[in-house]
Structures are given as structure tokens and as C-alpha cells.
């Protein structure tokens, strides 16, 4: 056994900061923006940002969105699908982020620890759902084509410490 080593102290966190927040306008179900595809909704918003700051978005270290549903149009990565759709640099990774109703927020969260770690600079946080299009719990109903009820039926670790009923989030 080897002796114990010291401790290195740990560098002070850094401040990150929401510098903007942007969104498009709010319809209602089965309204005007219904039509309109996530990923334009997404990059209107996208665009507005970049309208309002003099940031290259060549400079944005990552793209952080929360989606819900990622089923039909909002599949695929809509957050990587949206930068791209915005006309932005396809050097920017993008990543979608599946948290429910909590998904947005647990962009702007990821982005704040990557900028407070160190790892990143410029992160651009956001979140899309056309609940018009792909209404709200589409995804779970998304696998039945395939033989699945739902995500959890079938699990036996779930089934044994929740049974087969519902459980909410």
C-alpha cells in the first residue's frame, strides 16, 4: 500500500452568465406556428439571438437544447438540426437533451457547468417542442408499432420495484 499523496486544491470555479434569452413567438394548438417544423422554430429563435449579440457563432464552444419528444421532427438530434437549419458552422456540435419537462432548464444547467469547468466559453442553451406536431408524451407511444406498450413494460428490475402501472415523473 502507498502512502497517501497530497491533496492538489481544486481551481475556483469560474462564473458563467446568461447573457440573452430569446424565443419565438407562443401559439396555440393547432395555431399558426402548427405547420411550422422545430427546427425552423428552433433556428428563428437561434437567429434572433445571434440578431441581438455580437458573438461569431463560429466562437460557440457547444449547442445544448431540451427536447421532450424526440420523435418525427424533433428526432435526430433537433438540437445539432436547428444550429445547421440557422445557417450556422457546421464545426458547432450540437446535443439534445431529454429531461421531460425539465429539459430546458437542464440545458442552460449543462451549459453553465461546462463554461464553470472550464471546458467550454460560449455555450448556446435552448429548448423546442411543437406540441402541435408531435404531441406532449408522443415519444412514449412512439415504440407500440414495434411491439412495446410503453418504455418500461417488460423490464424486470422496473416491473418488480414498480409493477406495471403508472409511474409519474
Known amino acids: 500500500m502507498s502512502a497517501p499523496s497530497a491533496r492538489r486544491p481544486y481551481a475556483p470555479l469560474r462564473d458563467a ?62 438540437g445539432r438540426t436547428m444550429w445547421l437549419t440557422a445557417g450556422y458552422p457546421e464545426e458547432v456540435p450540437g446535443v439534445t437533451v431529454d429531461r421531460q419537462c425539465g429539459s430546458s432548464q437542464q440545458a442552460i444547467n449543462f451549459g453553465a457547468q461546462a463554461i464553470m469547468s472550464g471546458t467550454a466559453e460560449v455555450i448556446v442553451a435552448a429548448g423546442v417542442q411543437n406540441m402541435s406536431a408531435i404531441p406532449i408524451s408522443a415519444a412514449m407511444l412512439a415504440g407500440k408499432e414495434y411491439g412495446f406498450d410503453s418504455p418500461f413494460v417488460g423490464a424486470q428490475g422496473w416491473d418488480h420495484r414498480y409493477g406495471t402501472g403508472e409511474v409519474s415523473q
Open 17 to 78: 452568465y446568461v447573457v440573452d434569452a430569446v424565443r419565438t413567438p407562443v401559439g396555440k394548438r393547432g395555431g399558426a406556428l402548427a405547420g411550422v417544423h422545430p427546427a425552423d422554430l428552433g433556428a428563428a429563435a437561434l437567429r434572433g439571438l445571434f440578431d441581438r449579440q455580437p458573438i461569431d457563432p463560429k466562437h460557440v464552444d457547444d449547442v445544448i437544447v431540451g427536447c421532450v419528444d424526440n420523435v418525427g421532427p424533433q428526432a435526430g438530434n433537433i
